[in-house]
């Protein structure tokens, strides 16, 4: 080729390379679209529901555009109806964009609270939000359910956040400071004392362990949390997480009140038949009854041992594999009952096992995962155990 073509066709690679370079340029210098729309995002809390996971409410995101008529809700909701599912963590959630009217009916049926949360957000920052959730929605990816570390409120959290870009979300409560076990208990207060029994015996000891506010935020303390949570940008301007004043989008109908029998209550009634039989045992009277009693009673005991053996050997529940009920609810007194029965070991073996249920009384001070009505169930075990072997 000869010198002035090679010459010739190198200046237009040059001149070809920088246009294209230039283009780059500009489309990086280009001004961000902008919208004239208004759009506002807000979260909607609902208060509890009758069954046991739907005791910390639940929470979702609502999204308008009144220009073009848009007012969607974007709630994070399970795909199975199992109740032990929803603990064990073996229930399946994803994103679903459901209309306000819609949304609310479903609750107002139900006769729950909708409470509505203003949030504080740039409009660039609601149009991520929206963006990332229609993709949630559009792409119907499941993910596992877990009411500790994956659920409604979580879930709704971690997508704000991720809207947020560099501004961050912080929470000034007293929340902050409680491990898991008492969080449910200030959470669930006593309206709720068998879904705090539920949570914090599944739990285990996790119940001491503090998780990050993402995941330990329910939606029956963010009435407490909300108002006084912020944002914190890059440069350190601080603003208020919401916007404005809570509204309340439907009125609460269904009586949630202190429930009549709690768990205190009935391990209350547990001891003082324990008081009975013991007496009627030392007496020497209706021994058929006492028998049948004590059976029945070893045979609770031992239920409850192995339904905490069945929380601890699966993997993906909400706690840890130890549980500090399985020092009063375990399998010994079945198996002593029933190997040693009639040997110079069955005597001891069940006056330590006692021992153990008289120490376990004041496990609450040591453990959130203890509570009042486990110290009086031990106080009972105790009782019934000592009084049948020391007569």
Same mark, same amino acid.
Not at 195 to 200: E, R
Not at 297 to 324: M, T
């Given at each position: 080729?000869?010198?002035?073509?090679?010459?010739?066709?190198?200046?237009?690679?040059?001149?070809?390379?920088?246009?294209?370079?230039?283009?780059?340029?500009?489309?990086?210098?280009?001004?961000?679209?902008?919208?004239?729309?208004?759009?506002?995002?807000?979260?909607?809390?609902?208060s509890p529901g009758?069954?046991?996971?739907?005791?910390?409410?639940?929470?979702?995101?609502?999204?308008?555009?009144?220009?073009?008529?848009?007012?969607?809700?974007?709630?994070?909701?399970?795909?199975?109806?199992?109740?032990l599912g929803q603990v064990l963590g073996h229930a399946k959630g994803r994103f679903a964009a459901i209309g306000i009217d819609e949304y609310l009916g479903m609750f107002r049926s139900e006769g729950r609270e909708v409470k509505e949360y203003p949030l504080n957000l740039t409009d660039p920052q609601i149009r991520t939000l929206w963006r990332l959730l229609d993709d949630a929605v559009e792409s119907g990816s499941?993910?596992?359910f877990n009411v500790r570390f994956r659920s409604c409120s979580s879930e709704a959290i971690r997508k704000i956040t991720e809207a947020l870009g560099n501004d961050e979300i912080r929470m000034n409560n007293r929340f902050q400071a409680m491990d898991n076990g008492t969080h449910f208990k200030e959470g669930l207060k006593d309206e709720s004392p068998w879904?705090?029994?539920?949570?914090?015996v599944g739990l285990g000891t996790d119940c001491d362990v503090s998780d990050h506010w993402h995941t330990s935020l329910t939606p029956r303390t963010m009435d407490e949390c909300l108002p006084s949570a912020s944002i914190v940008s890059r440069d350190?301007?601080?603003?208020?997480?919401?916007s404005g004043t809570p509204a309340v989008l439907v009125e609460a109908t269904r009586p949630?009140?202190?429930?009549?029998?709690?768990?205190?209550?009935?391990?209350?009634?547990?001891l003082i038949l324990s008081a009975a039989v013991s007496a009627m045992d030392m007496a020497g009277r209706w021994p058929r009854v006492v028998k049948a009693i004590d059976i029945?009673?070893?045979?609770?005991?031992?239920?409850?041992?192995?339904?905490?053996? %069945?929380? %601890?050997?699966?993997?993906?529940?909400?706690?840890? %594999?130890?549980?500090?009920?399985?020092?009063?609810?375990?399998?010994?007194?079945l198996l002593a009952g029933t190997l040693l029965r009639g040997t110079p070991l069955c005597r001891p073996v069940f006056l330590i096992y006692s021992g153990a249920c008289v120490l376990f009384i004041a496990a609450p001070l040591l453990t959130s995962e203890a509570d009042t009505w486990s110290s009086i169930l031990s106080a009972a075990i105790a009782l019934r155990i000592l009084s049948h072997f020391l007569k």
């Open positions: 080729m000869p010198d002035e073509y090679r010459s010739r066709y190198g200046l237009r690679a040059v001149v070809a390379v920088f246009m294209l370079l230039s283009a780059v340029w500009a489309t990086a210098q280009a001004p961000e679209p902008t919208f004239t729309e208004e759009v506002g995002a807000s979260m909607l809390v609902t009758p069954l046991f996971y739907q005791a910390t409410g639940h929470a979702a995101i609502r999204l308008q555009c009144p220009a073009f008529g848009l007012d969607n809700v974007f709630s994070f909701e399970t795909s199975t109806d199992n109740a499941e993910k596992d879904s705090t029994l539920v949570f914090t350190g301007t601080v603003r208020h997480l919401l949630n009140g202190p429930q009549p029998v709690t768990p205190v209550a009935a391990a209350i009634a547990i029945v009673a070893l045979g609770l005991q031992s239920l409850a041992a192995l339904a905490l053996i %069945a929380v %601890a050997v699966i993997p993906a529940s909400i706690g840890s %594999a130890w549980n500090w009920m399985f020092i009063p609810f375990n399998l010994l007194p």
